[in-house]
């Protein structure tokens, strides 16, 4: 079992930066591969980025590459920090487990789920 909450979200002028963050509990927490997604209003949830279990593969969403970074430690935490920001960015970002070998990018294959942060970039 895996508990999963997210924190660092809000409001933010379009070009500026944020960091979220994702804290886990439970024992097997090295076990899973964790990632970030995002909803916005009237769409469905969508991959941002993954890294693999032990931290040395990650993917991303073509429309983040090369200004989000996603990292994970061995405190159980999984970050995802989100630079030149644009407002189309604007969502709940989600936090989520899979207990797999692979990077997972389909929300139907994770396993857990955190609450959400809201993340809102203003032009």
């Known amino acids: 079992q895996v508990q999963l909450v997210e924190s660092g979200g809000g409001l933010v002028q379009a070009g500026g930066s944020l960091r979220l963050s994702c804290a886990a509990s439970?024992?097997?927490?090295?076990?899973?591969?964790m990632g970030w997604f995002r909803q916005a209003p009237g769409k469905e949830r969508e991959f941002v980025a993954a890294?693999?279990?032990?931290?040395?593969?990650t993917y991303y969403a073509d429309s983040v590459k090369g200004r989000f970074t996603i990292s994970r430690d061995n405190a159980k935490n999984t970050d995802l920090q989100m630079n030149s920001l644009k407002p189309e960015d604007t969502a709940v970002y989600y936090c989520?487990?899979?207990?797999?070998?692979?990077?997972?990018?389909?929300?139907?294959?994770?396993?857990?789920w955190g609450q959400g942060t809201q993340v809102t970039v203003s032009s």
């Open positions: 439970g024992r097997t927490f090295a076990s899973y591969t």
């Open positions: 989520a487990a899979a207990n797999s070998p692979y990077t997972v990018t389909n929300p139907a294959d994770n396993d857990y």
């Open positions: 890294i693999s279990r032990r931290g040395a593969r």
